[in-house]
């Protein structure tokens, strides 16, 4: 049975190279930019899915014009927050975890 950490590196597609450890996913790439070494999301999976549903309603918002949450865009949301993540870090920054307000660089 697939869990929100399966979800999250199926979703990535081929934006990203994604493996899950027992810390949480390791990237080794994201939109054509390969990282050695990886750099590491710190999640387990209950904390991922409660950040999906958390973020459902603002998301559904965000994308659409309202109307009943929906987890796709919880996803959508939690993929823009990473990919904004790894995009304005500097290359000391190989550490990442889940935030208030999206992705936070540790």
């Known amino acids: 049975m697939s869990d929100a950490i399966d979800v999250l590196i199926e979703r990535t597609g081929s934006d990203g190279r994604l493996e899950r450890t027992n810390s949480g996913v390791l990237i080794h790439e994201w939109d054509g930019e390969t990282f ?17 549903r958390d973020n459902a309603a603002e998301a559904t918002v965000a994308w659409t014009s309202g109307g009943k949450p929906q987890e796709k865009y919880g996803w959508y949301m939690l993929i823009t927050h990473l990919d904004e993540a790894i995009t304005v870090r500097d290359e000391t920054q190989n550490d990442l975890a889940l935030g208030p307000a999206g992705i936070i660089l540790l």
Do not use: G
């Open 36 to 52: 050695n070494p990886p750099l590491v999301l710190h999640v387990t999976a209950d904390e991922l899915a409660t950040t999906i």
